[in-house]
């Protein structure tokens, strides 16, 4: 079967791009990563994935008056490097409905929370903040409307006694980076479907049955 042609977009140090690209290079992958394209130009992650050998692009939003050139110019370099299918990996621009329609059901973002809790900015400050026991993190598809879209895929982690904002990120971090090429084997292998704002998924992988905390 033809491998789905990804671009990952990103902002920063791009560690979630850096375990899609580390995830691809299995032979059974269903995934190639096409281009990695950054709007801020020494962003970390642009350094990987050039040392990886991947195609990298920067399109920097402050070259252009206002999101709709700014996207056009996104728009083009994807297409331009034959990608089928976008993962949103740290990007920090908003996109308008026009660039969310265009790759309606063919966008993915990964979010630092289990969503619908805790979209936008903050959010394991605001998890610490509301006494949350679970914390974790969302695969999604894009919509116009921030941090919501069909759930492909979840994972969750305790929030243990003493918790920062720093050790929940970095605990979440390593759950997201298992979450995000878990989620897009299952989409680039057929397994998924968006039916309305959820998503089917076939032939999942048995879940862990419960995780309890505190444990009693
Ligand atoms: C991750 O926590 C991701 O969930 C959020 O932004 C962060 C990006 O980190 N959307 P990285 O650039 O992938 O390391």
Redesign the pocket.
């Known amino acids: 079967m033809a491998r789905l042609r990804v671009g990952i977009l ?1 902002s ?6 850096r375990a899609l690209v580390e995830a691809a290079r299995a032979p059974d992958f269903p995934a190639e990563i096409g281009l990695v394209v950054s709007n801020v130009p020494d962003a970390g ?1 642009l350094v990987f994935a050039r040392d990886a050998g991947i195609a990298t692009a920067t399109v920097d939003h402050r070259a252009f008056k206002g999101r709709e050139p700014f996207e056009q110019a996104l728009d083009a370099e994807l297409r331009k490097a034959g990608v089928e299918f976008v993962c949103l ?2 990007f920090m621009r908003l996109l308008t409905p026009s660039f969310v329609d265009a790759w309606h059901d063919r966008m993915i973002n ?3 929370s289990l969503l619908p809790s805790f979209p936008g900015l903050d959010t394991h400050k605001r998890a610490l903040a509301e006494g949350v026991r679970i914390a974790g ?1 969302t695969v999604h598809f894009v919509r116009a409307k921030m941090d919501a879209g069909p759930i492909v895929g979840q994972a969750a982690v305790p929030v243990l006694p003493g918790d920062d904002e720093k050790m929940l990120a970095a605990r979440i ?1 390593a759950a ?1 980076h298992r979450l995000y090429p878990a989620a897009l084997r299952l989409i680039a292998g057929g397994k998924t479907r968006v039916d309305g704002e959820r998503v089917v998924v076939a032939d999942a992988g048995a879940p862990v049955p419960l995780l309890l905390n505190p444990a009693v």
């Open positions: 990103i920063g140090r791009g560690s979630n791009m992650g990996a740290g990964i979010h630092p993190c971090l997201e």
